[in-house]
């Protein structure tokens, strides 16, 4: 009898955790009509200019296209993207560092929200082209597919959890502050 019941405790909970992963992986889609499809990027927080940035401002910033490859649940991805480094947006923002430290922007994070709700966290190290070989970027396309909003490539990570689709905000952080 504690096998049969075992049995259903694994399988309600194998369902459980599936259901879950559904809803927050990061290439799961969903249609949330309170977001617009072409709603711009809010960025906010520990900055001296906040602002709102539409998919035809990110696109006027410096390109980059990267080759990356990463893990997902449903196996290895391998995809070619082009758009603009995060540290292009977040040097028009001006974030608030750390006064009088060699390298003020260590101590700022940034936080990265999609139109779901995923969000995913950098620091502005991997973001930097100064610091990171491969620096974070918003893509505008992939595999010459023009998206319909931002999302956010890590090309430095192994597995694609920080990859946030239909990226609607960056809130950046001081954490020294």
């Not at 075992?6 to 879950?20: D, E, N």
């Not at 200019?49 to 893990?71: H, K, S």
């Not at 608030?96 to 940034?110: E, K, S």
Request: aromatic share 4%; glycine share 6%.
């Amino acid at each position: 009898m504690s096998t049969i019941l075992g049995r259903r405790y694994l399988l309600l909970t194998v369902t459980a955790l599936l259901t879950v992963a559904a809803c927050v992986c990061p290439g799961a889609r969903a249609d949330h009509p309170s977001v617009p499809t072409h709603a711009p990027v809010v960025v906010s927080g520990d900055v001296d200019v906040p602002r709102n940035w539409a998919l035809e401002e990110l696109r006027d910033l410096p390109g980059r296209t990267e080759t990356v490859t990463f893990q997902t649940h449903a196996g290895p991805r391998t995809h070619t993207y082009t758009g603009c480094l995060l540290d292009s947006v977040l040097a028009a923002a001006k974030p608030h560092g750390r006064a009088g430290q060699t390298n003020p922007l260590l101590p700022v994070a940034v936080v990265v929200t999609g139109a779901d709700g995923y969000t995913a966290t950098l620091s502005w190290a991997e973001t930097a082209p100064t610091v990171s070989p491969k620096p974070a970027m918003l893509a505008f396309s992939e595999d010459t597919r023009v998206l319909d909003r931002p999302r956010l490539v890590v090309p430095a990570d192994l597995v694609g959890a920080r990859y946030v689709t239909d990226v609607v905000a960056l809130r950046v952080v001081n954490l020294a502050a």
